[in-house]
């Protein structure tokens, strides 16, 4: 899964982050992966989002099926607090779970210092269409290093198209192409691996 932080009720220029790779995020003023000014009680260094492991999982299946974990964790390094708002309206205090560090599960809102600052982490689909018959384990292996997901079969939930030499031009193909889908190549997977954070989702020129 690619992993999404959005502001909710974004000031003008406010960013959003999408995170590709496993790692540890700061999160705070200044100097950190991921910078929030909108709340004066937001510290320098406020937490560290812990990305264990990234897990592809299939877009396709319902929600319901899909594997709770998500291999994210939080950890609060602040004075004022981090907060977890649950969908069923619950608020947990991060620096009061064991070693300050909470899991983050797709869908809860994270609020930094006094609540001005408050985010959506959820799933980011990136989806990448590609020929059935050059899909193997090395392709594989660096598609789900990013959290994508790869399908043989074009659908408009498709965010782009994978294409390597000798690819056969199907049906699904040209659909996929009249559907404007970003056309990338494998060198493109590399780069968004290396850089792990972004504040914008990757297209054709990434």
């Given at each position: 899964?690619?992993w999404?932080?959005f502001?909710?009720?974004?000031?003008?220029g406010?960013d959003?982050y999408?995170?590709?790779s496993?790692g540890?995020?700061k999160?705070?003023?200044?100097?950190c992966?991921?910078?929030i000014?909108?709340?004066?009680g937001?510290?320098?260094?406020h937490?560290?989002?812990?990305?264990?492991?990234?897990?592809s999982l299939?877009?396709f299946q319902d929600?319901?099926s899909?594997?709770?974990?998500?291999?994210v964790?939080?950890?609060?390094c602040?004075?004022?607090g981090?907060?977890i708002?649950?969908n069923?309206?619950?608020k947990e205090k991060?620096h009061?779970?064991p070693?300050?560090?909470?899991t983050?599960?797709?869908?809860?809102?994270v609020?930094?210092?006094?609540?001005?600052a408050t985010?959506?982490?959820?799933?980011?689909?990136?989806i990448?269409f590609?020929?059935?018959?050059?899909?193997n384990?090395p392709?594989?292996?660096?598609?789900s290093s990013?959290?994508a997901?790869?399908?043989?079969?074009?659908c408009?939930?498709?965010?782009?198209?994978l294409?390597?030499h000798h690819?056969?031009?199907?049906?699904?193909?040209?659909?996929?192409?009249v559907a404007?889908?970003?056309?990338?190549d494998?060198?493109?997977?590399?780069?968004v691996a290396?850089?792990s954070?972004?504040?914008?989702?990757?297209?054709?020129?990434?």
């Open positions: 899964m690619v999404g932080l502001p909710i009720d974004p000031l003008p406010e959003k999408y995170i590709f496993k540890n995020y999160v705070g003023r200044k100097g992966d991921i910078i000014n909108k709340d004066k937001v510290s320098r260094v937490a560290e989002i812990l990305v264990d492991e990234m897990i299939n877009p929600k319901s899909k594997v709770s974990t998500t291999r964790r939080i950890k609060d602040s004075k004022y981090t907060f708002n649950k069923l309206g619950s991060v009061e779970f070693n300050k560090e909470a983050l599960k797709d869908g809860d809102l609020s930094f210092g006094t609540g001005n985010y959506r982490f959820c799933y980011a689909p990136l990448l590609v020929d059935s018959f050059q899909v384990a392709l594989q292996e660096k598609v990013i959290g997901f790869i399908t043989s079969k074009f408009q939930e498709c965010t782009h198209i294409v390597q690819m056969r031009v199907k049906g699904e193909l040209l659909d996929a192409i404007k889908k970003p056309l990338v494998v060198s493109w997977l590399e780069v290396e850089k954070i972004r504040t914008d989702f990757p297209g054709c020129n990434s």
